[in-house]
């Protein structure tokens, strides 16, 4: 299984920007899939999430700006941003949780590097 994230850049704060994660190789029995980040000097943390049910999780600091959506033609949904400021500057890496013979295995693209600046 490969992912590989795509859409980051530069943008200014206030912008938007729309995150995507193309997926390839065998790829079944989907648990969640989605979004975490690594800004400098923290810690990876979640971004978005969307479980096999449908129901979705966001980071506490997401604060309704961001929105993750089920897609059937796609793997990994894609992580639409708005209101982007200064502390959403991160690597994002998608990625995508399934079992694998029985156990849960979870996949991570490369990231993709966002960068909010004036």
């Known amino acids: 299984v490969q992912l590989q994230a795509s859409g980051g850049g530069l943008v200014q704060p206030g912008g938007s920007l729309r995150l995507s994660c193309a997926a390839s190789?065998?790829?079944?029995?989907?648990?969640?899939a989605g979004w975490h980040r690594r800004s400098p000097g923290k810690q990876r943390e979640l971004v978005a999430a969307?479980?096999?049910?449908?129901?979705?999780t966001y980071g506490e600091f997401v604060e309704g700006r961001f929105t993750i959506a089920r897609d059937n033609a796609k793997k990994v949904p894609d992580l639409q941003m708005t209101s982007l400021n200064v502390d959403d500057t991160a690597v994002y890496y998608c990625?995508?949780?399934?079992?694998?013979?029985?156990?849960?295995?979870?996949?991570w693209g490369q990231g993709t590097l966002v960068t909010v600046s004036s």
């Open positions: 969307i479980q096999s049910s449908g129901s979705t």
């Open positions: 990625y995508l949780r399934m079992n694998v013979l029985g156990l849960p295995r979870t996949f």
């Open positions: 190789g065998r790829i079944s029995d989907i648990t969640s």
